[in-house]
């Protein structure tokens, strides 16, 4: 048995950690979005209008938490 792990293994992972890392900072910008929304609107104001939504972040961070169980079972079936 080769004891190398394989390109795909290796890709794997590294798509894994990637989304591990994207997670973990949408749960992080959570904290900033509520503690800006509640800052009330003047810094609404001071963000300006390219300011990330709530949902979007959630939404962001929601998909990156499914990609990371999704390789980390992909690891686990290798």
Known sequence: MN???TAVLLWIRAFHLTAIVCWMAGQLWMWRVQVAGRAG????LIRGPGAVDRRVVAAA???AATLALASGAGLLTL
């Open 3 to 5: 004891a190398e792990p």
């Open 61 to 63: 961070t929601t998909l």
């Open 41 to 44: 609107r003047e810094a609404a």
